[in-house]
């Protein structure tokens, strides 16, 4: 059989963009991306989108782009272009940069170059691509080489052991597995071939022992890619080396006919510029698009083709660009579209959703007023200079002039149209015209019945035509006049009655579920009229104005919520409550978007809609949310379509104005379904970015209380949801209640308080659903040393010890004087009470004596006088020793060489005193003190009394803690051995064993003495 292909396809306009009604949104420089030349997409585990440029990786999570810097000791990637980015489990992503390869790590951002290793040199024009098949294996297609596969021992991508065998000599451009089979199809420039693994062979053109058509092909010569689509059909794009006109080839098979359907074989013209057909890309859906140079195709079933994305004028929100590099859908549906111009994405489904109608010939100063929706569905469009327009419900076009007849002037007055309205009983259609006029048309024949010019309307422009609940209509001017019309009275001129004249423009007549009639006026408030009396029942205006006057009383649109709350469109949305007169406003303030509310719809659930000065916005009056809706949810041109509206028989709303029609389908544009769990995105420490996955990791985050100003950064990962989306985040104990997010989607807090914390975040959609779970993020603030609990304890157990302390010292110093006072006590009681006692048997003896023995009564009072010396010398010895002047060496050491003096001088005995100048530093307590001295002052006593010295010497030293006096005499001596040591020499020994010390006394007879004294002193 022949073989016919389908090269260069091209596409069509349409007139209607709803049949096509793509919308590309565009990221670029202004929206984080480092480049517009953007190579690659590709989409992790946990939902982040990750984009290769020239200059890079990035990551996207809906909101913000993230590109990656690190610490010097990180090894981030080369800063090359990404040309592919694919999923290398653990965390790791495969980056392909021109011939390097590599694995980074979304962790710790941490890259590892991967070795190629080839037997042969790779040429140098070689292209470089990574296939994964089902099996996790990763393949290296190398165009102008062969291929090559990783080795996970070695860590390289190498040749020997392939799981699959290709043409020998063949380079490989790309591959495509089978799962269901178990085929490889291998693109390369020698062809096309296929490797069969359950018969461990490849087939191609000169071995094709199973007659494969597309094998046999010889034109295939380059093939670039290939797919199996759902159906089981085959998709194949080359290049047609044709001498006479080289061009890209679609090639699309069918193997089980052996045929190529006829669906994509319907145009067969070139282009005039360059084009290349490099990626297939086959949607959840079953949607083929194809991707290349200066070429985005995508299969229309509508069309039964493919339509050209690429336009020579494209409009708004057209992709703008000239390669599609990388096409790649998201798990959401979203196709991802890397271009040289930036990075676009579209939502396939939004084609279900909304739909756009772009009318030839209008413009600015024919916009449309009125959107009428037959009882046959028929959709009449009512403009201001271009008449009525009339479209299927499909909004394809229709013939029909109503205007024939007419001459040039009435054609101006009644083709310049500001409302429809179709008569519920005779199903005859009202037209409401410039000066007064009014016009009656048939819906079946679209002709004229009447031509009317009622002079109650004095020329004034009739803007506003409704029904009541008894069929009569009511009339709404320019001028302020309010006119009625029964349905029972003939259509002529006269059969109109004016029944208020409001003096101010009516911009809106509503008729709500009770039957009153509302009139929404020019600076005059809202009037509410009974149908029946034509009685004015309420009067709202200055309900309108804040409390500065600033609120405008301009009424545009009416909607009744229920019985007693209706929605009020003016400066703000107004919230009437009718029963209470009360009105909330919400303002751009609150999160309207837009400073005037212009048009108002409520659909079946009771939702408002609303075109404002900014475009389409909802509200959900029961959960109290606002959103806003633009090209990023597919809905373009909204701000256009100013002047009106139509709610249609199958629930969808539509809104017109300047040449824009628009409508969607209220409950396909909200989403139902609760939405995804937020995810915490990223982590930042004052400026800077923490790793968040080892953050997490962690089995409790605990932070230094310096590290206690900190931001959170989050997101849905959901690009179709992401801008339906409402964020609200807490710490309990830190936030009183839900804060809501700004648009980073962040939460940021500073200068935390030591202390335990959960922080919560989760989202809200436009119905006011919330993820099952929340999100929710433990961590400590430790609290700095001087707030810890062991400081505490250490500070309370130092209280207690220096209370204690304190109290120890002062019951010290009570025991030390109650001590001193016994002492004293004792020394005088031992000292003095002796002395007196012996003085006082002296005395006694000596007055018995004085007359008759006066020798022995002398003796006595000798004795009574030493005595008393004595008890004085020991009395100003306690004195001194207790006295605080005292209290240092110095004292001591005087005294010490003042009583040595006085005693050894008046025996004519020669004195040397050496101290050491440290002996004065030395600090003695007071009994140490007192020892000292009495053991020196008994030393010098005996030399005084019984050496027979000629000369005496004192030496105090201090060595290693010691304290040494040594006093030393050259008097007779005597024999230690026999010596009666009485009570002077045991005293000393006593002191100095009181004193922790040693005494030592050596001495000979004719020798001298000399008494060694070794006190410690720390």
Not at 10 to 21: H, K, P, R, T, V
Not at 135 to 141: A, G, I, T, Y
Not at 551 to 569: P, R
Request: hydrophobic share 35%; net charge neutral.
């Amino acid at each position: 059989m022949g073989i016919r292909i389908l090269y260069c396809l091209l596409c069509f306009q349409a007139f209607l963009f709803g049949q096509n009604s793509y919308v590309f949104n565009r990221f670029s420089t202004v929206d984080g991306l480092n480049t517009n030349k953007v190579k690659c997409v590709w989409q992790d585990s946990i939902g982040f989108l990750w984009i290769g440029t020239e200059v890079g990786i990035q990551r996207f999570d809906g909101r913000k782009f993230i590109s990656y810097a690190g610490p010097e000791n990180y090894q981030l990637p080369p800063s090359l272009g990404v040309d592919q980015i694919l999923d290398a489990g653990n965390s790791n992503l495969w980056l392909l940069q021109g011939g390097q390869i590599g694995k980074f790590n979304t962790v710790d951002f941490h890259y590892t170059p991967v070795p190629v290793r080839s037997y042969g040199s790779i040429p140098p024009r070689s292209e470089f691509k990574l296939f994964i098949d089902s099996k996790k294996q990763v393949f290296l297609c190398v165009s102008k080489y062969g291929l090559l596969w990783y080795d996970a021992k070695s860590n390289a991508f190498v040749e020997s052991n392939l799981p699959i065998k290709i043409p020998r000599g063949w380079g490989v451009v790309s591959l495509f597995e089978d799962r269901h089979t178990g085929e490889y199809w291998i693109c390369s420039e020698r062809g096309l071939a296929v490797y069969k693994s359950s018969r461990d062979e490849v087939f191609h053109r000169l071995n094709n022992p199973e007659d494969i058509p597309i094998l046999n092909n010889k034109a295939i010569t380059n093939s670039v890619d290939f797919i199996k689509d759902q159906k089981g059909t085959w998709w194949l794009t080359y290049w047609d080396f044709n001498s006479h006109r080289e061009h890209p080839v679609l090639l699309h098979f069918d193997p089980k006919t052996n045929q190529y359907p006829t669906d994509t074989l319907r145009n067969h013209t070139t282009t005039k510029k360059y084009t290349v057909l490099k990626q297939i890309l086959e949607t959840r859906n079953g949607q083929i698009w194809i991707g290349g140079e200066n070429s985005l195709l995508s299969y229309d079933s509508d069309l039964k083709g493919f339509y050209q994305h690429f336009k020579a004028n494209p409009l708004e929100f057209d992709i703008r660009c000239n390669q599609a590099r990388h096409l790649f859908e998201d798990r959401e549906g979203n196709i991802w579209f890397s271009t040289e111009n930036g990075l676009y994405v579209i939502n396939p489904n939004q084609k279900d959703v909304y739909s756009l109608v772009v009318i030839d010939g209008l413009g600015l100063d024919s916009p449309v007023n009125a959107i009428l929706e037959t009882k046959t569905k028929e959709n009449w469009i009512g403009t201001w200079g271009k008449g009525i327009l009339f479209y299927d419900e499909n909004f394809n076009k229709l013939g029909g002039n109503p205007y024939t007849g007419l001459g040039t002037e009435s054609i101006t007055l009644y083709s310049s149209i500001w409302d429809l309205q179709q008569h519920s009983e005779s199903g005859h259609i009202w037209s409401a015209c410039q000066g007064g006029r009014l016009a009656v048309f048939d819906a079946n024949t679209k002709k004229a019945l009447h031509w009317l010019h009622p002079p109650i309307f004095k020329q004034s422009t009739v803007r506003q035509v409704k029904e009541d609940h008894n069929g009569n209509l009511w009339f709404g001017t320019q001028s302020g006049l309010l006119v009625k019309w029964k349905k029972n009275d003939p259509i002529t001129d006269t059969s109109f009655e004016e029944l208020h004249n409001f003096n101010t423009i009516i911009y809106r007549l509503y008729i709500d579920l009770q039957g009153r009639l509302w009139v929404g006026t020019h600076k005059q408030g809202v009037y509410v009229i009974d149908v029946e009396t034509n009685e004015i029942l309420f009067h709202f205006n200055t309900v309108f104005n804040d409390n500065y006057g600033i609120m405008d009383n301009t009424v545009s649109d009416i909607q009744q919520y229920n019985d007693s709350i209706f929605l009020v469109g003016a400066e703000a949305l107004n919230i009437l409550n009718i029963n209470t007169s009360e009105v909330k406003k919400i303002t751009s303030y609150d999160g309207l978007y837009g400073s005037r509310v212009l048009q108002l719809m409520l659909d079946r659930e009771g939702i408002a809609w609303m075109i404002t000065s900014n475009g389409l916005s909802s509200y959900n009056y029961e959960k109290n949310i606002i959103s806003s809706y633009n090209n990023l949810h597919g809905v373009i041109y909204a701000e256009k379509t100013n002047s009106a509206k139509w709610m249609m028989q199958n629930g969808e709303i539509w809104f017109g104005g300047e040449d824009v029609v628009f409508g969607f389908s209220p409950e396909k544009l909200n989403y139902k379904q609760k939405p995804p769990k937020v995810n915490i995105t990223d982590f930042k420490l004052f400026n800077t970015y923490m790793p968040l996955d080892s953050i997490m990791a962690q089995k409790e985050i605990v932070f230094n209380h310096y590290q206690n100003s900190f931001t959170f950064y989050f997101s849905a990962l959901s690009f179709s949801q992401q801008r339906k989306l409402q964020y609200y985040y807490r710490i309990p104990g830190v936030n009183k209640d839900w804060v809501k997010a700004e648009m980073d989607m962040a939460a940021t807090y500073t200068t935390m308080p030591s202390g335990k914390y959960t922080f919560q975040v989760k989202c809200m959609n436009l119905q006011g659903l919330e993820p099952d779970e929340i999100t929710s993020i433990d961590f400590r603030i430790r609290p700095p040393f001087y707030r810890t609990w062991w400081f505490m304890a250490l500070l309370l157990c130092t209280g207690v010890g220096m209370a204690y302390f304190i109290y120890r010292l002062k019951v010290n110093r009570i025991l030390a004087v109650e001590n001193l006072r016994n002492k004293v006590a004792r020394d005088l009681h031992d000292d003095m009470g002796s002395t007196l006692s012996t003085i006082n048997i002296l005395s006694s003896m000596a007055k018995s004596k004085m007359n008759s023995d006066t020798v022995t009564s002398s003796n006595y009072l000798s004795k009574i006088t030493d005595n008393s010396q004595r008890m004085m010398e020991a009395m100003d010895d306690i004195v001194w020793s207790i006295k605080p002047d005292n209290d240092n060496m110095h004292r001591v050491i005087a005294r010490m060489r003042e009583y040595a003096t006085g005693i050894l001088e008046a025996k004519n005995i020669e004195f040397d005193f050496e101290v050491e100048d440290k002996i004065n530093d030395l600090k003695l307590d007071m009994e140490a003190r007192r020892d000292l001295f009495l053991i020196f002052k008994e030393a010098i006593n005996n030399i005084a009394k019984y050496s027979h010295a000629k000369r005496a010497e004192v030496q105090l030293t201090y060595r290693d803690k010691w304290l040494r006096m040594q006093i030393m005499d050259n008097g007779i001596g005597f024999e230690t051995e026999k010596a009666d040591s009485g009570n002077g020499l045991d005293n000393m020994v006593k002191r100095a064993s009181k004193m922790k010390g040693e005494l030592k006394i050596d001495s000979n007879p004719d020798l001298g003495t000399e008494i060694c004294l070794n006190v410690p002193v720390p």
